[in-house]
T-cell receptor
């Protein structure tokens, strides 16, 4: 039962254009969402997060949008750069207590072409 | 430098031969966990520990053991590895009470069981 789904295994965009990565979830109890970025031969690193009390969070070129009614979130990267080429994981959790589990999506491989 | 280290980084073994993957962090984090990453499934939590001598099962604990005798170390033990445990493994840590924004991942261990 995949509670967090990233339906696009891969995405290719041109440098300078917008990258939009999508994520859907089924568990309505999730109230905190994160995006991680992973380069080959490295562990995932935290990118940006959003609480369910918000519908948008922005950090530089990265913006995450949350649509609670649709149980959908998206990560926008503008403008995209070749260094953004990586696997992006969406993740969700119920609460922020120490015992809360982090549930990950399958990941989307983003390739930004020069 | 704050980091999570894992050893070995790559391992090829045979079915049934006991192995241990070590994980160590130098940030005095109480919370540590193990994940496995498989194509099409994302990262799934195997075990986690909220402090010394306190461990609990994650989503996919079957076939694995862990121990937490010291705060900095959290080894993953495969008593009798099988081919379905071929995967990419990540150790992670964070402070209890911190959010997942501050979870640090190790570089990963690629395990192949023949």
């Amino acid at each position: 039962d995949q509670q967090v789904k990233q339906n696009s295994p891969s995405l290719s965009v041109q440098e300078g254009r917008i990258s939009i990565l999508n994520c859907d979830y089924t568990n309505s109890m999730f109230d905190y969402f994160l995006w991680y970025k992973k380069y080959p031969a490295e562990g995932p690193t935290f990118l940006i997060s959003i609480s369910s009390i918000k519908d948008k969070n922005e950090d530089g070129r990265f913006t995450v949008f949350l649509n609670k009614s649709a149980k959908h979130l998206s990560l926008h990267i503008v403008p995209s750069q070749p260094g953004d080429s990586a696997v992006y994981f969406c993740a969700a959790t119920v609460g922020l207590t120490s015992g809360s589990r982090l549930t990950f999506g399958e990941g989307t491989q983003l390739t930004v072409n020069p | 430098e704050a980091q999570v280290t894992q050893n070995p980084r790559y391992l090829i073994t045979v079915t049934g031969k006991k192995l241990t993957v070590t994980c160590s962090q130098n940030m005095n984090h109480e919370y540590m966990s193990w994940y496995r990453q498989d194509p099409g499934l994302g990262l799934r939590q195997i075990y986690y520990s909220m402090n010394v001598e306190v461990t609990d099962k994650g989503d996919v604990p079957e076939g694995y053991k862990v121990s937490r005798k010291e705060k900095r170390n959290f080894p993953l033990i495969l008593e009798s590895p099988s081919p379905n445990q071929t995967s990419l493994y990540f150790c992670a840590s964070r402070l209890v009470g911190s959010s997942y924004n501050e979870q640090f991942f190790g570089p990963g261990t690629r395990l192949t069981v023949l």
